[in-house]
């Protein structure tokens, strides 16, 4: 009913960027916050960042002043900018947002993820 899928991710030596994608689709009549969490191995899910709807970020603290977080309401597109890539950023990247659908349901939706990986 409403699909989030990123691309962007891959092989980064220590110090290089990344921009991660995420395109939102389907029964969609508002989308409200949105975000990007990470995974690393062992380790749970944490939130990297989010903004809302009218453009207001949050960041957790380990990539403030590196990762750059964005929006494109009328795309319906999510982005991360990561610059001076660390290897403990390495982790699954997932895309989640919260959702108004066409029928007013109100859904939390996830991506399907995208590794990054930095590593030289």
């Known amino acids: 009913q409403v699909q989030l899928v990123e691309s962007g991710g891959g092989l980064v030596q220590p110090g290089g960027s990344l921009r991660l994608s995420c395109a939102a689709s389907?029964?969609?009549?508002?989308?409200?916050?949105m975000g990007w969490y990470r995974q690393a191995p062992g380790k749970q899910r944490e939130l990297v960042a989010t903004i809302s709807s009218g453009g207001n970020t949050n960041y957790a603290d380990s990539v403030k002043g590196r990762f750059t977080i964005s929006r494109d309401n009328a795309k319906k597109m999510v982005y991360l900018q990561m610059n001076s890539l660390k290897p403990e950023d390495t982790a699954v990247y997932y895309c989640?947002?919260?959702?108004?659908?066409?029928?007013?349901?109100?859904?939390?939706?996830w991506g399907q993820g995208t590794l990054v990986t930095v590593s030289s």
């Open positions: 389907g029964s969609i009549f508002s989308i409200y916050t």
């Open positions: 989640n947002t919260n959702v108004m659908t066409t029928g007013f349901r109100y859904l939390e939706v």
